[in-house]
Structures are given as structure tokens and as C-alpha cells.
């Protein structure tokens, strides 16, 4: 059996990665995936409730675990055992299936450098949902996630909060080579902004209700923080 992922590449360059989980694939994930990707450490809290309303429905939840360098160091809190405990229940060994589950430790690393392991790990036109331990997704995710799949032409969707009224964000982004969170040096913050190869601005968190002719809405399920 093979341990690669169709939606992953990797190895991922100089940064140490260790990884827990690996898919045994029965047969090959689909060419279109929507990846969820989870930035955690000491995330126990509300990791179960958020895995629990989006993973029937995921491709592949890809988890990178370690403290970044602007978070205090903190006492463990069980967060890889939730993750285990959630992905037994899509053991291929039960299942026959793939596994959904990808967990890599990381050595202590700035946050960008880690919410950029995202765009290096995920192949390109695959979808990046990008999600926080203490979100869940409320409504129709099969739907929302069918429409996603079949919308290759699509670059980003995006999803309204519960409590946002009318503001949307781009949740889900289409992989493409080169994308980037700039580094602290940049005038543009990276928190709000990703940048392409180029280094022109791809999607800025704040543009609210201004996609592009390339975009899309879900309007199919909700984003709750807990």
C-alpha cells in the first residue's frame, strides 16, 4: 500500500515535519478535493465539536500542530489523542476507504512560516478550507461542498459568519503555485492577505463583499465560533 496523498505533495523543503497520521489510499482521492486545514496547538478545547461538523464531508483534514513563536509555551492538553479519537472513526482498516487524516508535529516555527506549510503541502486545484479549532460549520456542508467541487473555475469562495450579517469571507481558496502569506518585513499584513507568485494580492480577508468575476458564494452552510 502506498502512504502518498493525491491531494498532498511533499516533502516540504528544509522545515522538520513529523507525520502521525498517513493515508493508506484503497483507491485514489478525487482529482478536486477540499482539503480543511487546522493550525493547532493546545487546541483541545473545541477541536471535537469543529472535526465533528465538517469531516463526513472534508476530502482530507490536514492538521499542523506545534507553537509558533509569538505563543507562550503551554501544558498539554491531549489535543493529538482528540485528533486520534476522531480519525478512528474513518479507519481504512474499518472503512476500506482512505483515511481523511493528516497530522504533522512541526518544530517551533513563525506563524507564518506554518500557515504558509499549507500552501506547500496541498496541490494545486485542490480547495483550501481554512479553519480555526474553535470554528464549526452549521447547514448544508454536503451541498456547499458539492457546489465547491463542481466549480473548478472558481478561486475562492465565500462563506458568511453566523453573528457577520452581511459580511462574507474567503474561506476556501483554490491552490495555485506560488501562494503566500508575506512575511512580517511587508507592508501588506499577512493575516488579512494572501499574495501569488507574484506577490500581487490573490485575497485579502477584509475585502468583505467584493469578489471578483472569478469568485464565489456559499450561502449552503454558516461558519458559528464557539
Known amino acids: ?54 469531516s463526513d464531508y472534508a476530502d482530507l483534514i490536514l492538521f499542523l500542530n506545534g507553537r509558533t513563536t509569538n505563543q507562550p509555551v503551554s501544558r498539554d492538553d491531549k489535543t493529538e489523542k482528540v485528533v486520534s479519537m476522531a480519525a478512528s472513526k474513518y479507519d481504512p482498516e474499518k472503512t476500506g476507504k482512505p483515511s481523511k487524516f493528516m497530522l504533522y508535529n512541526l518544530d517551533v516555527i513563525t506563524e507564518v512560516e506554518k500557515y504558509n ?11 483550501f478550507f ?29 462563506v458568511r459568519y453566523e453573528d457577520a ?35 500581487s494580492t490573490f485575497v485579502s480577508r ?3 463583499l467584493n469578489p471578483k468575476d472569478t469568485d464565489g458564494f456559499v450561502s449552503e452552510f454558516k461558519i458559528r465560533k464557539l
Request: charged share 25%; proline share 8%.
Open 1 to 54: 500500500m502506498s502512504d502518498t496523498n493525491e491531494l498532498l505533495d511533499s516533502p516540504i523543503g528544509q522545515t522538520t515535519i513529523k507525520p502521525i497520521f498517513s493515508n493508506t489510499p484503497s483507491s485514489p482521492f478525487p482529482e478536486r478535493g477540499i482539503v480543511c486545514g487546522y493550525s493547532i496547538y493546545r487546541s483541545a478545547r473545541y477541536l471535537r465539536r469543529s472535526l465533528d461538523s465538517i
Open 206 to 208: 477584509f475585502d468583505y
Open 165 to 199: 450579517d452581511e459580511a462574507y469571507y474567503p474561506k476556501i481558496i483554490k491552490i495555485k503555485e506560488g501562494l503566500h502569506y508575506p512575511s512580517y518585513k511587508s507592508k501588506i499584513q499577512y493575516a488579512s492577505t494572501i499574495l501569488d507568485k507574484d506577490s
Open 130 to 158: 481554512m479553519i480555526e479549532p474553535n470554528e464549526i460549520v452549521i447547514g448544508d456542508v454536503k451541498k456547499g461542498f458539492d457546489i465547491i467541487r463542481n466549480s473548478p473555475e472558481k478561486e475562492v469562495f465565500w
Open 117 to 127: 506549510l499549507f500552501f506547500s503541502l496541498i496541490r494545486p486545484n485542490n480547495y
